[in-house]
T-cell receptor, first 114, second 114 residues
Framework: NAGVTQTPKFQVLKTGQSMTLQCAQD?????MSWYRQDPGMGLRLIHY???????DQGEVPNGYNVSRSTTEDFPLRLLSAAPSQTSVYFC?????????????FGDGTRLSIL | SQELEQSPQSLIVQEGKNLTINCTSS?????LYWYKQKYGEGLIFLMM?????EEKSHEKITAKLDEKKQQSSLHITASQPSHAGIYLC??????????????FGQGTRLTINP
């Protein structure tokens, strides 16, 4: 049982390049989300999805796009990478948006923008 | 918006000693989650607290939520090297507003010296 799988684990980009961070889950969870983690700032919510075809912005959405065409996948896109987007990115899932049960996290993608 | 403040930000203790990490919220907590993170890995769920005065324990870790539901503490008894890592508290706005839209504290980095 894989749970939440994030790829790649590490990535280095140049300013202005684009890339997609992948998140896949096999738990049939409706709710999926993306966070970024920066030193001294904890995790901040970027975007989230309450089900296939439905996405919404979190606390820090600028510079990122998402889409949710299937229950299993929730990719995060950087259209034009900036050094300020250097961070560790985590994908998390839960059974439902209104559930108060804990989220399941992937192992993260470490992204450096030069 | 809700903010969570963790203290201390960093903690170094001798193996075998007890320690406490605090998480203080700017608003009433409707669901408080404690997670642990090891370097290079995702977040591992520890405990969830919902009711004022609630206390939960797992092995040598005890988490409490105060009666006013604005502060939580995580206490580790007889610390071991396996307890080392980053501890994060997270909270949502409540079930009606979407329990999964979590805000996190900045994290407490725990080091255990042998």
């Amino acid at each position: 049982n894989a749970g939440v799988t994030q790829t790649p684990k590490f990535q280095v980009l140049k300013t202005g390049q684009s890339m997609t961070l992948q998140c896949a889950q096999d738990m049939n969870h409706e709710y999926m989300s993306w966070y970024r983690q920066d030193p001294g700032m904890g995790l901040r919510l970027i975007h989230y999805s309450v089900g296939a075809g439905i996405t919404d912005q979190g606390e820090v959405p600028n510079g990122y796009n998402v889409s949710r065409s299937t229950t299993e996948d929730f990719p995060l896109r950087l259209l034009s990478a900036a050094p300020s987007q250097t961070s560790v990115y985590f994908c998390a899932t839960q059974t439902g948006y209104y559930s108060n049960q804990p989220q399941h996290f992937g192992d993260g993608t470490r992204l450096s923008i030069l | 918006s809700q903010e969570l403040e963790q203290s201390p930000q960093s903690l170094i203790v001798q193996e075998g000693k007890n320690l406490t990490i605090n998480c203080t919220s700017s608003k009433t907590l409707y669901g408080l989650y404690w997670y642990k993170q090891k370097y290079g890995e995702g977040l591992i769920f520890l405990m969830m607290l919902q009711k004022g005065g609630e206390e939960k324990s797992h092995e040598k870790i005890t988490a409490k939520l105060d009666e006013k539901k604005q502060q939580s503490s995580l206490h580790i008894t007889a610390s071991q090297p396996s307890h080392a890592g980053i501890y994060l508290c997270g909270a949502g706005p409540g079930i009606i507003q979407g329990a999964q839209k979590l805000v996190f504290g900045q994290g407490t980095r725990l080091t255990i010296n042998p």
